[in-house]
């Protein structure tokens, strides 16, 4: 019996940061909360859970979008949120800290695009 495919998945991904540089901070504030975003399609992926996307940030990427304590804060400190899209339909979201509000903590943060890359986009097999 053959194993039913699905025409397309996509991942969508917001990674928590910090802009300590940014230029239009809050009044006293040391900077602005952002959201690194990327997504990645797959076409004609077996049909199942165990479907994943992958994506890669470059480390001076992380260090730069991390407050003063340095990139090892994204381990501790910082969420990640990823939808999986089959048709243009959520089909699965996922938070990295559970503790925080998973229904859209993203959503009001500045969103920085185009540094979180595909597998394909980086030097890395």
């Known amino acids: 019996m053959a194993t039913p495919f699905l025409d397309s998945v996509e991942f969508k991904i917001w990674i928590e940061g910090f802009d300590m ?12 909360s952002v959201a690194l975003t990327g997504d990645v399609t797959y076409v004609n ?10 994506f890669y940030v470059h480390p001076n990427t992380l260090a730069r979008y991390s407050d003063d304590k340095g990139y090892e804060q994204f381990e501790r400190k ?3 949120h990823v939808e999986a899209y089959v048709g243009g339909a959520l089909m699965d979201e996922i938070n990295k800290n559970k503790e925080q ?9 500045t969103v920085i695009p185009n540094l979180v890359y595909r597998q394909d986009q980086t030097p890395l097999p």
């Open 21 to 32: 540089l940014a230029k239009n901070p809050p009044a006293g504030a040391k900077g602005v």
């Open 45 to 54: 992926v077996p049909a199942g859970r165990d479907n994943y996307g992958v």
């Open 78 to 80: 910082y969420d990640v």
């Open 101 to 109: 509000d998973a229904l859209g903590w993203f959503k009001p943060l």
